[in-house]
């Protein structure tokens, strides 16, 4: 597991990574404008990059227990409701990041077969697709990650 867990890590810098570069276009864009040289498709750009980075950022998420949770209602019960709770939302986050890997993966072959481009730079939107499909298998095993944990009472 600690493979996945690298993996992982390694997945969101990336997507950090893709945030920076989006903010380098981003600047182009403004100081090319002040030039009269502005950085063609710099929205089309942003739009995939940032899509592409949000998804990166989910298993990180997962594997490292930062999801937005309610423990306001939950401090109160106990460890083992506690655990529980915890192995559910494992569960259902594995639920969802199979189904989600599924349809998107049929989403992207759609885009492919029609052809679908960006407007201004011709980029096949279905590339977009690729590091989302690889988030969302990474999902899956942090999902499985945490389900095991909280099933064998570890994390």
């Not at 989910?58 to 529980?84: E, G, M």
């Not at 986050?93 to 077969?113: H, I, N, P, S, T």
């Amino acid at each position: 597991m600690s493979l996945a867990r690298k993996a992982i890590d390694w997945w969101a810098l990336g997507g950090g990574l893709l945030l920076a570069a989006i903010v380098v276009i981003n600047v182009a864009n403004v100081l090319g404008g002040l030039f009269g040289k502005p950085f063609s498709g710099d929205f089309e750009l942003t739009q995939m990059l940032v899509a592409a980075a949000a998804f990166m950022f989910l298993p990180y998420c997962q594997l490292n227990r930062q999801n937005v949770t309610a423990d306001i209602f939950t401090t109160s019960l106990s460890k083992t409701a506690q655990k529980r709770l915890s192995a559910l939302g494992s569960a259902v986050a594995e639920v969802f990041a199979v189904l989600l890997l599924w349809r998107m993966f049929y989403g992207m072959l759609d885009q492919k077969a029609y052809n679908l481009a960006s407007t201004i730079l011709q980029i096949p939107i279905w590339w977009a697709y690729i590091p989302i499909l690889v988030s969302l298998a990474l999902l899956v095993v942090a999902s499985a990650i945490t389900l095991i944990e909280d099933l064998s009472g570890e994390s």
